[in-house]
């Protein structure tokens, strides 16, 4: 797989399968920039990593809500790279709850986070991706997205709005060669999974055919291939990446 050449920028990139990500695409040769919010000291050593690589690196402080920041971050990358030719959205937060206890300040912030940066950086990509009459837009969803999950209505209101979002925005932009695709992770394992009971870790075995969690980089693998030339007739698709988990 050869991502030389191609520009990329993996928002939330600096941890868990973000940074992963960042680094699959860098070690096929991509040039990629990450964005943070808060952890510039990990987005940072995530461009170190990048630059080991031998490919460019950036770091770029942004807050994922905010639209006016989101074209800020594409006008410097395109301004310092010249194109963005593979967007991942990544960013996002989770905050559990049932509905019951559900605050209106937790789903407005998981909606914002997961789903209005989507169309945020979406938007702010479509003019340079047309000009170069081509590109890959990679959103992270969740399998909680397709099959629902009690007590996570906002994450899974967010994740099942960015797969209709995406099939809307792959036939909108098709035309002009500019792909667009999911990936649903089931259970991998990051830090904020593993901050999850015994009992919890066992139980998702069991619901998971594989029997296992995954990891990190089975979900930048398929990031990766996205991002290639070598899926260059795939468009508006969600693949999950979750051990048969919703199946």
Known sequence: MDLKGKN???????????RAIALQLA?????????????????????TEIETLGARGMALQADATNFAKAEEVINTLTEEWGSIDVLVNNAGIAQDNLILRMSEENWDAVLDTNLKSVFNYCKAATKPMMRARGGSVINIGSVVGISGN????????????????????AKELASRNIRANVVAPGYI??????????????????????????????????????ASDLSSYITGEVIRVDGGMAM
């Open 150 to 169: 009690a007590g996570q209505s906002n994450y899974a209101a967010s994740k099942a709005g960015m797969i209709g979002f995406t099939k809307s925005y």
């Open 8 to 18: 990329c920028l993996v928002t939330g990139g600096g941890r868990g399968i973000g």
């Open 189 to 226: 394992l990051t830090e904020m999974t593993e901050k999850l009971s015994e009992n919890v870790l066992e139980a998702i075995k069991t619901e998971t055919p594989l029997g296992r969690a995954g990891n990190p980089d089975e979900v930048s693998n398929v990031v990766a291939f996205l």
């Open 27 to 47: 070690e096929y040769g991509a040039n990629v920039a990450v964005t943070y919010s808060r952890s510039a000291d990990a987005a940072n050593e995530t461009v």
